[in-house]
């Protein structure tokens, strides 16, 4: 300021002369400078209103804001945080492991992760696999080496187990009577010290890191054959290490990401979580021409036997033509693990609070799963249902996309079905081959919407009627005279071995020898002569065509059939009414096929397969094809066995195959 | 001395506040034209060519959906008005180079487009690309509706919206779903707890404030302001959809409980009334749809509705209501057509008119007619044998949609209200005898027909 202080006494500067002239000027203009401060004022003043009205403005804009998205957008439902686990920094963990007769427990850092006391229930070697770096369990399995083959079940899913995994055994009851030499090496070969000697009725307990140290081991021998040995409680530590120890580095993509969530909870799935070259979970099979299925949902259904369902999901996306986006896997429990592999491959699946007990909970299960489909793709008029133990062929939507149209057009139809009951290895040959059948076999099957929207969904059996879903769509009341289209050789595989209505013996009785087609693209031959009238054509050709067999020989001897090739054959039975199975069931029996109840028959006729060559049986005279039979044959009569003899080998099982 | 001092300050002052004001008024400018961009809309968007971020972020998100093979269309109200205007000639020139900016240029927080479900694979990739591109993203989920009526089934939560955000412009993505009933719903918009309530003001969205119900669209792919996007076939109709889209679910927790209380009527007579009324409300749907008169669940068939979600197996009958105006001289030859005769037609257009048609095996299809009046909406009935009228009184309602027995159908938005009017206050109790003269709890006497009226207005077939 000072610098331009004019200063009267020296001259002004000539630059600045003008300035200051011009500032006296105004100086003397009182009326000017009344102006200039007005306008300040006014300026001011304008500056001030603008101002309060942006914050005003702001403040209401986000008062309405805040409001609006509280009161409209705010989802009614609380948030419930789940709690999450202390991340413990412990690196050892407290085990316990408890065997006894009637109960076995296994208690880890003072938290009980199995507890079985339940009678009657959880016999044989119960093993618990834990994460090595977080002590979390990854799986439960109970084998029943009590009883046969549940040791060899054992074998694979230890073999299964990633090295470095901590590993707990413990029996309860028995453990000993079907564990093999084999089982028992590869318990040695975990560091067990006793397991070689495991005998009858022995309590044991052991636990273990695979492919390293052993933290323990602790056995009571039985004293006598009909007592126990004493119960055992194994304490233990356990020392973990570091996570990074633990994982697998496998190349950062989103299927890996997959593998890596399901391979650091759960364990027993072998090669899809080895570090060196896992197997695929993904398998882009080729596309199907003009495939017909395409858009068709597919509902598995499955329980908690999430073994099942990996192996049974693996076939089911290898197979041609199949579509991941329409399949849903319907659990029936809330359970984690089955879950979890739906999850790893990709698929959408839906739990389900079960209703009921037993095959009412079943029945029900299906229900729901079946209306969620529909729900769900409205658009479809099927669905294909499967469950969690089949095997899918590869060509299963091929031979669905080359018949589903009769479905559709034809309305004496029931159902597609990939399940021949009577296509054993010895009985079935032609995988281009399909039958009318008047029975409902199941095991992977289509259903049409109306019929399940119409028909089956209004009355289906309640939860208090302790029925099979199967059986109660078998029955007259429901299926109406309407058939079955199958094939000769199955499109489905019946793996389950455990199960509501199964068991070792049973599978390998009725389920072992099944034939299965693994043939890829196989072109259907005789799709359009299936249709009703087309099919009594077809039906009366072959019979005109065949050569009726010797019927003073036995039907159950091998030579009954000549050793030819290529030839169709029939032979007559007697069938006095409709319902009269009683030469057909001894018939069955002694070929070694299903025998349990009728399957496979379409007007008192049986097709099926001796010897490579074409083998019917027609029932006469209840059968309308018994005008074939020549006069002078007498239909074969086999008696039904003394009843004492009847109850047999075979344990009685209602309603067999479904889970 | 101090005389200069004092001008110097003023006039150094008075630039300052000038300079400041001028600031204010251009940052108000601005803030007004975000605010409500209507105003300045056509200013902006005329300006020179396609320098909108909007433009750009829309290209960008075309761009991102495209690779990866993802189809949506565009059903944001602002621009379908916009481009409603001009169809005609977007229709002709579906290629051609467009000389301005004229519809994404028009500066809005959002973007409207629709996905429909079924047509891509949830793939995680999408994400990591718009990531990738500079998008930040924001995914809306809840529980499935289709699996909502079903007992107990836990399904996964399905996506509803998605919200891409780059710059200062947003995509609102909304999911459509195919639901029985051969209809599109999408869900409503509700923010979890831990989610950002400040992502986007999100009152401002055109979707997602209730449920909606669509019919599918025809598509029809266009290039607008160089841009090559798919819209809505007919811009109008669905505008007009739009405004009359919200959709209610049914009640279906309540419905369990009622059955809890009052176990279902599990008997053949009850599967197969179900199965008879199902399809004659299907057949009067697809009936009245074509003629194209509005109607709505009303009486025992609301009830039936709102109580339980099913049919009410021993209500014998199938109830419609149609306001007066939609009346149509065609009903009666079109439902005839479809195999529906004419039982009994009671009052005329003028005053409490009501149609009831013959459906199989005894089952009755009754349409009430509505009329308006002051504070309410009310029907008429008509006793054959006396000639007296009764009017029965509802408060006034407006239509929503709702799926019924795989139908999507219009009920009363204020189904409380109607049903309670109708029923009164204990409407959640099963009534096995009803008589519809004096159970009504809204039923008011009405006089009595004139006698010479009664050929016209008491017709019974």
């Known amino acids: ?659 | 001395m101090q005389k200069i001092n004092k001008n110097v300050v003023l006039a150094l002052l008075s630039l300052t506040s000038l300079v400041f004001l001028l600031f204010q008024l251009y940052y108000y400018r601005f803030y007004l034209s975000h605010k409500s961009g209507a105003a300045f809309s056509k200013v902006r968007g005329s300006q020179s060519g396609q320098d909108s971020t909007r433009w750009h972020v829309v290209r960008k998100f075309l761009g991102l959906i495209s690779s990866h093979n993802i189809q949506v269309y565009l059903i944001d109200p602002f621009i379908l008005e916009l481009v409603d205007k001009d169809i005609e000639q977007i229709r002709s020139s579906p290629d051609g180079p467009s000389p301005e900016c004229k519809y994404f240029c028009a500066p809005r927080d959002f973007t409207t487009f629709a996905l429909l479900d079924k047509t891509w694979k949830h793939e995680g990739g999408l994400f990591r690309t718009a990531e990738k591109m500079g998008f930040q993203w924001l995914k809306i989920i809840n529980k499935d509706p289709r699996l909502d009526g079903m007992d107990d089934l836990s399904g996964i939560e399905i996506p509803l919206h998605y919200i891409f955000k780059l710059a200062s412009h947003a995509i609102h993505l909304v999911v459509f779903y195919e639901r029985s009933g051969n209809y599109l719903w999408h869900g409503p918009l509700r923010l979890k707890q831990h989610m950002d309530r400040k992502f986007v003001p999100f009152r401002k969205l055109h979707f997602g404030r209730y449920p909606g119900a669509y019919e599918k669209p025809e598509l029809l792919p266009v290039s607008i302001d160089d841009l090559k996007v798919q819209i809505p076939k007919n811009p109008s109709s669905f505008l007009e959809e739009m405004s009359h889209s919200r959709f209610l679910e049914c009640r279906y927790r309540e419905a369990r409980a009622f059955f809890q209380l009052y176990p279902d009527d599990a008997s053949l007579d009850a599967v197969e009334f179900r199965k008879k009324a199902k399809s004659l409300l299907h057949l009067a749907a697809l009936t009245l749809n074509n003629l194209g008169v509005k109607f709505w669940l009303s009486s025992g068939t609301c009830l039936g509705w709102y109580r339980q979600c099913s049919v009410i197996p021993h209500s014998k009958d199938v109830d419609l209501g149609v306001f007066i105006r939609d009346y149509k001289a065609d009903i009666i030859p079109a439902f005839q057509k479809a195999g529906l005769p004419l039982k009994h037609k009671f009052g005329k257009v003028e005053d409490s008119l009501e149609l009831s048609f013959q459906g199989e095996d005894d089952v009755k299809l009754d349409i009430f007619f509505f009329y308006e009046g002051e504070d309410h909406i009310w029907n008429g009935g008509t006793q054959a044998k006396s000639g007296k009228k009764f009017k029965y009184l509802f408060p006034k309602f407006t239509l929503c949609w709702t799926e019924f027995i795989e139908l999507k159908v219009h009920v009363p938005c204020e189904t409380l209200q109607y049903v309670e009017a109708n029923y009164g206050p204990d409407w959640k109790v099963p009534v096995k005898m009803w008589d519809w003269k004096s159970s009504p709890s809204n039923v008011q006497y009405n006089g009595v027909w004139p006698v010479d009226e009664w050929d016209d207005v008491i017709q019974i077939y």
């Open chain 1, 1 to 659: 300021m000072d610098e331009w202080k004019p200063n009267p006494a020296a001259k002004p500067h000539k630059k600045r002369s003008w300035y200051l002239a011009w500032k006296y000027k105004l100086m003397n203009q009182r009326a000017l400078r009344k102006l200039c401060q007005t306008g300040a004022v006014l300026f001011l003043l304008v500056t001030v209103i603008v101002n309060i009205k942006l914050i005003l403005d702001t403040r209401r804009a986000a008062y309405e804001e805040e409001e609006e998205s509280a009161q409209d957008y705010d989802d009614e439902m609380l948030n419930v945080e789940v709690l999450r686990h202390p991340v413990s920094n412990k690196k050892v963990l407290d085990v316990e492991v408890y065997s006894s007769r009637s109960k076995v427990y296994v208690a880890v850092d003072g938290t009980t992760v199995l507890e079985d006391e339940a009678r009657e229930q959880g016999r044989g070697i119960h093993v618990i696999v834990l994460n090595q770096a977080t002590g979390h369990v990854m799986a439960k399995r109970v084998f029943d080496t009590y009883s046969p083959h549940e040791d060899e079940a054992m074998v694979l899913f230890l073999n299964m187990v990633a090295r470095g995994r901590i590993l707990i055994f413990t029996i309860k009851d028995e453990g000993s009577f079907h564990l093999k030499d084999t089982a028992k090496n590869v318990l040695k070969s975990l560091g067990s010290q006793v397991a070689p000697f495991l005998s009858w009725r022995d309590m044991w307990t052991f636990v273990g890191k695979k492919g390293g140290e052993v933290y323990g081991e602790k056995h009571a021998k039985s004293p006598a054959l009909s007592t126990w040995g004493d119960p055992v409680l194994l304490k233990t530590e356990v020392h973990l290490t570091s996570v990074e120890d633990a994982e697998c580095h496998w190349p950062d993509t989103e299927l890996n990401r997959r593998r890596k969530r399901f391979c650091s909870k759960v364990e027993g799935y072998g090669s899809v979580c080895s570090c060196k070259d896992p197997t695929p979970i993904e398998f882009n099979p080729d596309p199907l021409k003009d495939n017909k299925v395409f858009d068709v949902p597919v509902a598995v259904i499955a329980g908690n036997r999430p073994n099942y369902l990996y192996r049974m999901l693996r076939s089911l996306l290898s197979a041609q033509g199949v579509n991941p986006q329409m399949i849903t896997v319907f659990i029936d429990g809330y359970y984690e693990e089955p879950m979890d592999v739906v999850e790893l491959f990709g698929l959408s699946g839906i739990q389900h609070t079960p209703i009921s007990i037993k095959n009412a909970r079943v029945s029900q299960h299906y229900k729901a799963s079946l209306t969620a489909t529909f729900n769900l793709f409205p658009d479809a008029k099927f669905a294909v249902v499967l469950e969690e133990d089949l095997d899918i062929s590869v060509d299963f939507f091929s031979f669905l996309s080359q018949s589903i149209h009769l479905l559709e057009e034809d309305e004496s139809l029931y159902c597609i079905s990939a399940w021949n009951d009577q296509g054993y290895e010895h009985t079935a040959e032609d995988p281009s081959l399909l039958y009318r059948v008047e029975t409902m076999p199941g095991l992977g099957w289509v259903l049409r919407k109306s019929l399940y929207k119409d028909e089956l969904e209004p009355k289906w059996p309640t939860p208090e009627k302790l029925w099979d879903w199967d059986m109660w769509m078998r029955m007259p009341e429901q299926r109406k005279g309407r058939e079955c289209i199958i094939p000769d050789i199955s499109r489905s595989y019946h793996f389950g071995i455990v199960g509501l209505n199964m068991n070792g013996y049973f599978h390998e009785a009725y389920f072992k020898k099944h034939k299965f087609n693994t043939v890829p693209n196989v072109q259907l031959k005789n799709v359009e002569s299936l249709r009703k009238d087309a099919y009594e054509t077809e039906i009366h050709r072959l019979l005109g065509e065949a050569e009726v067999l010797d019927h003073s020989k036995n039907p159950c001897e091998d030579s009954f059939v000549p050793d030819t090739e290529g030839r169709i054959y029939v032979m007559f039975i007697r069938m006095e009414q409709e319902a009269d199975f009683t030469t057909w069931t001894q018939l069955a029996k002694c070929l070694h096929i299903w025998d349990l109840d009728v399957r496979g028959n379409h007007k008192g006729l049986w097709r099926l397969f001796r010897k490579k060559n074409h083998f019917l049986v027609v029932g006469v005279p209840a059968s309308p094809y018994s005008s074939k039979k020549p006069s002078s044959v007498t239909p074969i009569y086999m008696e039904p066995p003394a009843k004492e003899e009847g109850a047999g080998a075979v344990p009685a099982v209602p309603a067999a195959e479904q889970t």
